[in-house]
């Protein structure tokens, strides 16, 4: 893949795609009637919560191809898109509270989706913590990958909460029924935002897994001359 789309035209491609976003979001897009231009802040809430919740499920993936082949590939990428995906989930609690405080009147209130996002953050802190401080080569990646699989109920929680539920988070605005829909410019924009954050979360993916490799080949290769002397 590195031959034919080689990292350095992903990043560039990435920050352009993150150009465009950003023109559409402040210059494009309409003002929202209600809530007006802080309203704006939603493409970027919205874009990061998806592909957190994405990442979760590409954890899960490789978690149980780990568990299933005990596939080394499978769990670098699982341990790729944890870390991509704790960047991103951070970026949800972070723009979260800075939309709610304008348009709610409080920073956080413990409702079905807002707790389920943080014990979601809860669960991609474990999982990174897990593989940093249990040095046991094979134990760890089996640990993780359960903790992976387990993780995964949360992430279906979160995504479903405001469908099940009533919550002060606003109803979705994908498959969300009668009334949920938005302005054309604004569909365009928060799609365009969110593939800027796609291409940013792959490539950062694709630079962890590189990291794993390189890694594991040293390790490899250390075992290899101490077997030798």
Same mark, same amino acid.
């Given at each position: 893949?590195?031959?034919?789309?080689?990292?350095?035209?992903?990043?560039?491609?990435?920050?352009?795609?993150?150009?465009?976003?950003?023109?559409?979001?402040?210059?494009?897009?309409?003002?929202?009637?209600?809530?007006g231009e802080v309203q704006r802040i939603f493409y970027i809430h919205f874009s990061l919560a998806c592909t957190a919740l994405l990442a979760y499920f590409f954890v899960f993936l490789g978690s149980m191809g780990y568990l299933w082949k005990r596939s080394h590939g499978a769990d670098d990428f699982a341990y790729?898109?944890?870390?991509?995906?704790?960047?991103?989930?951070?970026?949800?609690?972070?723009?979260?509270? %800075?939309?709610?405080?304008?348009?709610?009147?409080?920073?956080? &209130? /413990?409702? $079905?989706? =807002?707790?389920?996002? !943080?014990?979601l953050w809860l669960l991609y802190i474990g999982y990174l913590m897990l593989r940093s401080y249990?040095?046991?080569?094979?134990?760890?990646e089996v640990l993780s990958a359960v903790v992976?699989?387990?993780?995964f109920v949360d992430a279906v929680i979160d995504y479903m909460a405001i469908r099940w539920w009533?919550?002060?988070h606003?109803?979705?605005?994908?498959?969300?029924?009668?009334?949920?829909? %938005?302005d054309p410019r604004m569909w365009l924009t928060?799609?365009? &935002? /969110?593939? $800027?954050? =796609?291409?940013?979360? !792959?490539?950062?993916?694709r630079q962890?897994?590189?990291l794993g490799s390189a890694r594991r080949a040293l390790v490899e290769l250390r075992r290899a001359r101490a077997s030798s002397i």
């Open positions: 893949m590195e031959k034919i789309f080689p990292r350095q035209v992903h990043i560039v491609i990435a920050l352009v795609w993150f150009v465009v976003a950003l023109y559409m979001i402040f210059l494009y897009a309409p003002q929202e009637a209600t809530m790729a898109c944890a870390e991509a995906g704790f960047i991103y989930c951070s970026g949800v609690l972070l723009t979260g509270p %800075l939309w709610a405080k304008p348009a709610w009147g409080i920073w956080w &209130t /413990w409702d $079905a989706r =807002l707790t389920s996002t !943080f014990i249990v040095d046991n080569p094979g134990r760890v992976g699989v387990l993780g009533r919550t002060q606003p109803q979705p605005v994908l498959a969300g029924g009668p009334g949920s829909g %938005l928060v799609f365009v &935002t /969110w593939g $800027a954050f =796609l291409c940013l979360f !792959f490539y950062l993916v962890r897994m590189a």
